[in-house]
């Protein structure tokens, strides 16, 4: 069974360009419950860890660079099938590919600012979760908490 929890990044273009409300409004719009939600700035050593799998790819230090410029929301999100509905929400990855409507075809300028991060699977979802929320700060329709996330090593 698909996962109904996903992870999100409005990137520091999002909250420079003052979209933080309209992108809120493109994600309850499309279904998607905010099940925890914070405004907050990554650290160097965050962003690098945060997209690790991307460090060997020509655009990392921009990319961090990029992550780091400025402030972020980020947010775990509800939905039925929420991963590949939220890719679905936010378009291409490069917002000139991106279907019109989509948040990125509205909101972004280029591939390296493109508005939001979307989680890419259901195993990340929960990875990148864990990474800005306790389980506690994280709530459900009936405000108990959401995520089961795994065992700590
Ligand atoms: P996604 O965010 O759509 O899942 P990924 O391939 O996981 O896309 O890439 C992560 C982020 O790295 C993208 O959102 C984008 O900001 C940046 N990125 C990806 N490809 C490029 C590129 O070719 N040039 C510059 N930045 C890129």
Same mark, same amino acid.
């Given at each position: 069974? $698909? ?34 939600? $914070? ?115």
């Amino acid at each position: 069974m $698909k996962g109904n929890i996903t992870f999100t990044i409005l990137k520091p273009d999002a909250v420079k360009n003052q979209n933080i409300g309209n992108i809120l409004a493109d994600i309850n719009a499309g279904g998607f419950r905010i099940v925890g939600m $914070k405004y907050t700035r990554l650290r160097r050593e965050e962003a690098e860890a945060f997209y690790g799998i991307h460090r060997e790819r020509p655009f990392f230090k921009d990319l961090v660079d990029f992550m780091t410029s400025g402030p972020i929301v980020v947010a775990v999100l509800e939905k039925e099938n929420a991963v590949e509905e939220f890719r679905t929400l936010i378009g291409n990855t490069d917002p000139q590919k991106a279907d019109e409507g989509t948040i990125r075809a509205k909101y972004a300028k280029s591939i390296d600012a493109n508005a939001v991060h979307g989680s890419d699977s259901d195993e990340n979802a929960r990875l990148e979760s864990s990474f800005f929320f306790a389980q506690s700060e994280l709530f459900t329709e009936e405000g108990g908490v959401q995520i089961s996330y795994p065992q700590q090593v």
